[in-house]
């Protein structure tokens, strides 16, 4: 694959999030807890797959099928991991959620490899087989909003955490930016059917709707940060304005 500057500057990004994802796997491995690390497979896998999907077109012919191939795996373990991390943050007791959440695991893994035998992976129209595996980012978009709005009212009569609030919004922001660039790449994907001019990458392959992903790549980057790198300042902040100073030094 032949590297183009200054476009691969966007490379940056999975690199950036790999790095922490690596912090997300230090924190699992010290708290035996899950969803650090399905979250940090995620940001690991999901990024690279982006990358990779948009790309297709600078590989040699022969190996554009295993480029294709390689980008929905990355994106449909990405979406079980989100998945997993939905049912075990959100609704760890609903047996439906239960269900979803590995019935649904099962079902984006068998028709990544049906993509073979459909012959999916020799041209662009893999983008689709993507789309159930996207309902899993608005499963944790709704979840975050959800949660967000209950520990709202909760803290009002100082029953919630302010820096355990504001972080299922940073959840709810970034998410929902993914789920605004999904819709993008689905929306461009279409208009690209039609026009007939469809190519790898889906919508997303086009550099107006590119351009857009990168303006909404701020807030959803801004609210990462804040989610797992923010610094004690903004928790003292987020305490102070809740009333609740005794829980700054958190």
Known sequence: MRVEFPQDFGLLVPVLMSLLSLRLFRLASRTRQVPEALVGAYFLMAPFGISLAIRVDRFAPELAPWARAGANA??????????????????????????????????VLALWLAGFPLGAYQTGANFFLLLPVYASYLWVFL???RYHALLRRRL?????????????????????GVVAITLLGLVGALAQLQAGTFRDGGGLGDP???????????????????????????????????????????
């Open 143 to 145: 979840e975050s909003l």
């Open 74 to 107: 990355l994106f449909t373990l990405s979406g079980v991991a989100l998945l997993l991390f939905a049912w075990i943050v959100f609704r760890r007791d609903a047996v439906w959620a239960r269900a979803l959440a590995w019935g649904g695991s099962i079902g």
């Open 208 to 250: 107006v709707l590119l351009g857009i992903t990168r303006l909404l790549s701020l807030p959803i980057a801004v609210s990462i940060w804040l989610t797992f790198l923010a610094p004690r300042r903004y928790h003292a902040w987020l305490c102070r304005n809740a009333g609740s100073p005794g829980l700054a030094g958190g």
């Open 156 to 176: 009002r009569i100082g029953l919630a955490d302010p820096v355990v609030t504001n972080r299922f919004l940073l959840f709810a922001i970034w998410t929902g």
